[in-house]
């Protein structure tokens, strides 16, 4: 299999030689068009993991390849979202998701060329998420879930290769986590895009993966790797058949032990 993401044999320290050792001998290999979750117990690293994907921090150690090609800055080809959506209140939602292509340089005279077909673009994006019509609104007019509806539509707009998730759901009731793994399922199943998802939900990690890797404590590597078997698509139901809950289950296990281990 042609590998998109590959970390190989990566140590990341912050705050130089007598700093935190964040993650050690971390290994992972995401194939292009996988959809991989991340867990672990907190402050193992997960994180940072995302931050050496994208090229926001460099290793000390090894080397972190996208789509074949040494990471040494940040990465245009990834688009990223994490958890506490920040969208400028004083921009509209369109314009908070057409954001990145005002700030990435190769992007920007396109958009400045083309901005009609962005603006479809986005729209479209809107659309896809649930929130047709709702470009023209500002941000503190939507509600939490719709801020992070916007902030997937922000991540896509470029069209990565690459889509990082970074426990993006976590600050979601219940009902609103489940439509957005919906939302993150379609997504995936019809851009055909790559997908990485940190998450602390088992649950949510073992319904949209194809593959999930359970990290150790800090230093954060990789301790075991899962193949989720259960076929596509995936509906809300397969959660309550007796396969899934024994893999949540075992994982839960795994990080329990994982954190005591530290
Ligand atoms: N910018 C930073 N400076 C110093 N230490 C950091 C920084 N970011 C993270 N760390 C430390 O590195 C470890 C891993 O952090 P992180 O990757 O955020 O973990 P996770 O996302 O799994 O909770 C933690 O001990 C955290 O305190
Ligand atoms: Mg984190």
């Given at each position: 299999m042609?590998?998109?993401?590959?970390?190989?044999?990566v140590?990341?320290?912050?705050?130089?030689?007598a700093g935190t050792?964040?993650?050690?001998?971390l290994?992972?290999?995401?194939g292009?068009g996988?959809?991989?979750?991340v867990?672990?117990?907190?402050?193992?690293?997960?994180?940072?993991?995302?931050?050496?994907?994208?090229?926001l921090?460099?290793?000390?150690?090894?080397?972190?390849l996208?789509?074949?090609?040494?990471v040494t800055?940040?990465?245009?080809i990834v688009?990223?979202a994490f958890?506490?959506?920040t969208?400028?209140p004083w921009?509209?939602?369109?314009?908070?998701?057409?954001?990145?292509l005002?700030i990435?340089?190769k992007?920007?005279?396109?958009l400045?060329?083309?901005?009609?077909e962005?603006?479809?673009?986005?729209?479209?994006l809107?659309?896809i998420?649930?929130?047709?019509?709702?470009g023209?609104?500002?941000?503190?007019?939507l509600?939490?879930?719709?801020?992070?509806r916007?902030?997937l539509?922000?991540?896509?707009i470029?069209e990565?290769?690459?889509?990082?998730?970074?426990?993006?759901?976590?600050?979601?009731?219940?009902f609103t986590r489940e439509?957005?793994?919906?939302?993150?399922r379609?997504?995936h199943?019809a851009?055909?895009?790559t997908?990485v998802?940190?998450?602390h939900?088992?649950r949510?990690?073992?319904?949209?993966?194809?593959?999930?890797?359970?990290?150790?404590?800090?230093p954060?590597?990789?301790?075991?790797?899962?193949v989720?078997p259960?076929?596509?698509?995936?509906?809300?139901e397969?959660m309550y058949?007796?396969g899934?809950?024994?893999?949540?289950?075992?994982?839960?296990g795994e990080?329990?032990?994982?954190?005591?281990a530290?």
């Amino acid at each position: 299999m042609h590998h998109l993401v590959s970390i190989e044999d990566v140590d990341m320290r912050y705050g130089g030689a007598a700093g935190t050792l964040a993650v050690s001998g971390l290994n992972m290999k995401v194939g292009k068009g996988e959809f991989a979750a991340v867990v672990g117990p907190s402050g193992c690293g997960k994180s940072t993991l995302m931050k050496l994907v994208t090229g926001l921090h460099l290793p000390q150690r090894g080397a972190v390849l996208v789509a074949g090609k040494l990471v040494t800055e940040p990465v245009s080809i990834v688009g990223m979202a994490f958890q506490n959506p920040t969208m400028l209140p004083w921009r509209t939602t369109l314009d908070n998701i057409l954001l990145p292509l005002e700030i990435v340089e190769k992007h920007r005279h396109r958009l400045r060329a083309h901005k009609k077909e962005y603006v479809e673009k986005a729209e479209h994006l809107l659309e896809i998420v649930g929130l047709k019509g709702f470009g023209s609104k500002f941000p503190w007019q939507l509600s939490g879930g719709m801020q992070q509806r916007a902030n997937l539509c922000r991540a896509l707009i470029h069209e990565p290769e690459l889509l990082m998730l970074d426990e993006p759901f976590g600050a979601l009731d219940a009902f609103t986590r489940e439509e957005l793994w919906c939302v993150i399922r379609d997504l995936h199943a019809a851009q055909g895009v790559t997908i990485v998802l940190v998450t602390h939900d088992l649950r949510e990690a073992t319904f949209l993966a194809d593959r999930i890797f359970v990290m150790s404590a800090r230093p954060g590597r990789v301790l075991k790797e899962h193949v989720v078997p259960f076929e596509r698509p995936r509906d809300l139901e397969v959660m309550y058949e007796k396969g899934f809950n024994d893999m949540v289950h075992e994982l839960h296990g795994e990080i329990a032990k994982a954190r005591v281990a530290a």
